[in-house]
């Protein structure tokens, strides 16, 4: 049996954010196409629901040991920064310092990403 990996998605949410996702399926019906897809969110954008067992989620320690990444994501008309890992970069990301990271904001060469709030 081979392992099939799920292609990369661009995923549209409503009010234009864009964030990248994985392809797990897809189907055709009456309405159209549907796409089964996943896409990584940070905590506070995901709520539990009562009754729902979640031991058996597998959880991942991660992060840097030395402090938050930060990555700047090219857009057509300015730079925005975020934090590294956050949900809603997507493209061709460039990391950075906290030092350039700061600098870029400071004179507005770079817009801080509304969503993670970098703060370098």
Partial sequence: M??????????MFPGGRVAEGRLHGRRRDADGWWYDVSVE?????????????????????????????????ALPHTRVLHQTGCWVASGGLTPTTATEAASLVTHKRAVPC?????AP
């Fill in 2 to 11: 081979s392992d099939i990996v799920s292609p990369h998605v661009t995923v």
């Fill in 41 to 73: 969110l940070p905590a506070d954008a995901v709520r539990p629901i009562a009754g729902e067992d979640y031991d058996g989620v597998p959880t991942a320690r991660g992060g840097s040991p030395t402090g938050p990444g930060w990555v700047l994501q």
């Fill in 114 to 118: 509304d969503v993670c709030n970098p």
